[in-house]
């Protein structure tokens, strides 16, 4: 019986890696327990802020206003059990913020057209994770129920040491849902520095598509039911062939009208297609990662003149661009290797390009405050190897400088561990 397994890769991951040492041969999800497993990850975060929270009002961007938040962005809990070697069960539960609970909450969209109160949780109580996989060979696996869609580097390893700085990297989070989840089957494959997933999954729905999170908040959620009447195909490619590199590919392609109860999209397929490229590169020192992800939607004027007349319903109201585009890259060195500790300490630089508006269709208006670049300097102390204390300040620039920059102090400390197994 194993007390604690210190790092490891949570039951979604594809296969498990060191951190920050080369990367070894492709190992199952699977491995390192007899019959059962409990875990968790999670992360605190403190934040101060030199801008007030509406950018789109004045003319010039947000205002000058300090102010500062402290929050508990997430805690999850995870589980496996094999009810024999080749069919095992999966769940996670996920708590955002504190839990469920009720808060006014401004909200603001483009150049300030509509400002009020909303009321909506303070936090979220979500199934992450809620699957059964039936293991035939180490090339072929299925799995059924509801899990993870890897498309892009921050869903495919997202747990808070698998990243820099001390919340996910802003450009995935502004485009997709974060972290993606959704229901369907998926067949999984391991082979030589090579692993796959292919998934037909519940697709999104154009109710919740925005200016600012393009199809973000797409992901179906504000009804009981999910409508499946157009699901979506997603897939991921991993190769891991060349020492201390690993390089993803991965896509997703899906229509969403007919995922609403509105009939007024009835003529339209609101087609989303999104293509992402990652790189990681991770040594016994250096740690450096880059990614690049471009969306398309169809119908996108259409969809954004329909999203307008619910204006005033639970869902959004603001147009949705054709195109969003992100790429980012970060780098951190290990400086306590220099004075030979146990211990690692990281100065870590990042940089993130992301518009969710980078290209809309002819008739609709452009918005300018949604192309975004953000500088961010800091520090990761890994207290432990599953253990991380993180500091950093960064810098966001709004349309090349055109509006007022946004700064942001931040601190946190993440943590992922197997409490228990057998």
């Not at 006014?104 to 009020?116: L, N, Q, R, S």
């Not at 397929?269 to 690049?292: H, P």
């Not at 975004?372 to 890994?382: P, Q």
């Amino acid at each position: 019986m194993k007390k604690t397994i210190i790092f490891f890769a949570l039951s979604f991951s594809l296969s498990a890696f060191a951190q920050n040492d080369s990367i070894p041969e492709i190992v199952t999800e699977w491995d390192g327990y007899q019959k059962f497993r409990i875990g968790s990850y999670g992360e605190m975060l403190f934040q101060q802020m030199n801008y007030g929270a509406n950018r789109y009002k004045a003319t010039d961007g947000a205002p000058r206003e300090n102010r500062a938040y402290l929050s508990i962005p997430r805690t999850v809990f995870a589980g496996d059990y094999k009810f024999r070697d080749d069919i095992i069960f999966s769940t996670e539960i996920e708590f955002e913020y504190g839990g469920t609970g009720a808060a006014m909450e401004y909200e603001y969209t483009e150049a300030g057209e509509y400002e009020g109160f909303e009321v909506e949780k303070a936090g979220e109580v979500a199934l992450e994770q809620f699957h059964i996989t039936k293991r035939f060979f180490p090339g072929l696996n299925l799995r059924v129920g509801h899990f993870i869609v890897p498309v892009g580097i921050t869903n495919a390893h997202h747990e808070p040491i698998f990243f820099f700085g001390t919340s996910r990297p802003e450009g995935e989070r502004a485009l997709l849902p974060s972290t993606w989840h959704e229901t369907g089957v998926s067949v999984i494959g391991y082979l030589p520095k090579l692993k796959y997933e292919v998934m037909l999954v519940t697709g999104l729905s154009p109710n919740g598509f925005s200016t600012e999170n393009w199809v973000g908040s797409g992901k179906q959620g504000v009804l009981e039911n999910i409508v499946a009447t157009d699901p979506a195909v997603a897939a991921r490619v991993e190769y891991s062939g060349v020492t201390s590199l690993r390089l993803g590919v991965s896509g997703y392609y899906g229509n969403t009208t007919r995922n609403t109860t509105k009939p007024a999209y009835a003529d339209l397929k609101g087609t989303v297609s999104i293509v992402s490229a990652d790189a990681q590169y991770l040594s016994e020192n250096v740690t450096a990662r880059a990614n690049f992800i471009y969306g398309d939607l169809s119908d996108s004027k259409a969809i954004s003149d329909e999203n307008r007349k619910l204006f005033r319903s639970s869902f959004g109201g603001t147009p949705v661009a054709k195109n969003a585009m992100t790429y980012a890259v970060e780098a951190g060195y290990n400086i306590s290797s220099f004075f030979d500790l146990d211990t690692k300490l990281y100065p870590l630089f990042r940089y993130e390009y992301y518009n969710t508006a980078q290209k809309v269709e002819e008739g609709e208006k452009n918005f300018p405050r949604y192309k975004r670049d953000l500088t961010t300097f800091g520090l990761n102390y890994y207290i432990l190897p599953n253990l991380v204390a993180k500091a950093d300040y960064s810098i966001r620039r709004i349309d090349n400088g055109n509006y007022n920059s946004e700064n942001t102090f931040s601190m946190g400390v993440a943590y992922t561990a197997w409490f228990f197994s057998k």
